[in-house]
């Protein structure tokens, strides 16, 4: 029943960090003016009560990982560095100068790209830079994405100065076949030595980033990394599924051949076996695609229905205004998303003409709004609930739970009164039961391969 459950429903899929997913973006009906318009009117609702969130894509490595589907800039100039700080804190300056008052950061994480490709002084020169022009908000979370290869302890120190508490770092997976097939040769020594330097210098949440379904990835490889892990015992961890995107122009996923990929069943299996490992050492399941210990945030925030999920992932809070800094991040108002310049010379220039770098974005509608709250309650709860006729309700509502019967009857989810929930059956399978309310992709199904598979 497993199996066929898996060919059944593993197909094309978002991973809804949005709705509407970004292909499904009304471009033409969006401008740089009301992106502004939407950033003002949530910041002036939200700034006081929750702050806001920042996220600052860091888009340079010194080498291409065949696994990854960001953008990124591959080169070993370092001089690289100043230019593109000095760029950023420019963007920034003109969002705090459409604000009435100074921002109130929630969160903030780094994110590339190679965050540590930064060096420790300008990495505090950006942060720096940043709170010049903002306040810490109660609770507030800094985060970043550690390479172990280059991330030293003068990188730990730094940030932890700054006021940073939680750090990811980057493991994939240990064997060396593997990890040549993906051009990511990392041994289990370094990631050790960090989580080890990052535990002595006192950040609250370390978190190891796991990808099942690379090419070459057996159940022994797997069971192999899991293991490893375990014995380093972070805070909390993300098992991506690979999400294999050739075709996406620059992403660099030619490296192998997609038959040395596991599929269907076999990659499955990868990923229930590990979940076995992992709650047999205390983690549980949060989300899709992530687990963590009792004492972290992000099992305290899943557990009070504070779990929220946007373009940087699952965080364990909510802020309704989220910031993209830098080439290619992608904000949201709640009202509207947008997106900067994805090429680096384009980013520079619009920066340098003093303009707001954003080339496309897409203005909520009430339908939008509406469906993105049952996605992401899915998403992050399990769960999703309506009143007849009121709240929650919408017109293709019937059509909708229509076609979630035959999930139902798999076992998947259940329907209460006026409610669906996924099952534990179904957890590997919520995309499939967000994309039933998707109602731009029910309308209109793509031409063309846009969305990993699900499984």
């Given at each position: ?17 949005s ?31 929750e ?25 070993k ?9 000095v760029?950023?804190?420019k963007?920034?300056?003109?969002y ?17 790209g ?114 490893k ?6 805070d ?7 999400a ?7 992403n660099?996923q ?38 963590a ?68 974005g ?68 919520v ?25």
């Open positions: 029943m497993k199996n066929s459950l898996v060919q059944k429903y593993n197909v094309p899929g978002p991973r809804y960090t709705y509407p997913t970004v292909p499904y973006w009304d471009e033409a009906g969006f401008t740089t003016t009301q992106w502004k318009e939407t950033c003002i009117r949530a910041f002036n609702e939200s700034n006081e009560s702050g806001i969130s920042l996220y600052i894509h860091l888009p340079f490595c010194e080498s291409m990982c065949t696994f990854c589907g960001c953008n990124k800039r591959i080169t100039r370092h001089d690289v560095e100043d230019p593109y700080i760029a950023v804190l963007e920034w300056e003109m705090c100068n459409m604000f009435c008052s100074r921002p109130k950061i929630k969160e903030l994480h780094l994110g590339g190679t965050p540590t490709f930064f060096s420790p002084e300008n990495l505090k020169i950006l942060i720096d830079g940043i709170m010049a022009h903002a306040d810490y908000m109660p609770g507030y979370e800094f985060s970043f994405e550690g390479h172990p290869n280059n991330t030293t302890r003068a990188h730990l120190q730094t940030l932890f100065n700054l006021g940073f508490r939680r750090v990811s770092f980057g493991v994939q997976d240990y064997n060396n076949t593997v990890q040549k097939a993906i051009h990511r040769i990392q041994p289990f020594h370094n990631v050790a030595k960090v989580t080890f330097w990052a535990r002595e210098i006192g950040y609250t949440s370390i978190s190891h980033d796991l990808v099942f379904g690379l090419p070459f990835q057996t159940l022994d490889s797997c069971v192999d990394t899991i293991e892990t375990k014995s380093l015992n972070p909390r961890l993300a098992y991506y599924s690979y294999h995107v050739p075709w996406i122009k620059g660099g030619r490296g192998f051949d997609e038959s040395n990929l596991p599929k269907d069943e076999e990659k499955r299996k990868l990923y229930e076996v590990g979940k076995e490992l992992l709650s047999e050492k205390g983690f549980h399941e949060i989300g899709m695609d992530h687990f210990l009792e004492t972290d945030s992000m099992y305290k925030a899943f557990n009070t229905g504070n779990l929220h999920r946007n373009f940087m992932g699952y965080n364990a809070s909510k802020t309704q205004l989220m910031i993209g800094l830098g080439v290619s991040s992608i904000s949201d108002s709640w009202y509207s998303f947008a997106q900067n310049e994805k090429n680096l010379e384009d980013y520079y220039a619009r920066i340098a003409q003093g303009e707001l770098p954003v080339f496309r897409h203005l909520l509608n009430e339908e939008d709004l509406l469906i993105r709250t049952h996605i992401l309650s899915l998403m992050c709860r399990f769960k999703t609930e309506w009143e007849p006729f009121g709240k929650g309700y919408f017109e293709e509502m019937p059509e909708v739970l229509e076609s979630l019967a035959e999930m139902e009857q798999d076992g998947l989810i259940t329907f209460g009164k006026n409610s669906i929930t996924v099952t534990e059956k179904g957890k590997p399978y995309r499939n039961v967000c994309m039933a309310f998707d109602l731009r992709l029910r309308r209109k199904a793509p031409d063309t391969r846009l969305f990993s598979m699900v499984v």
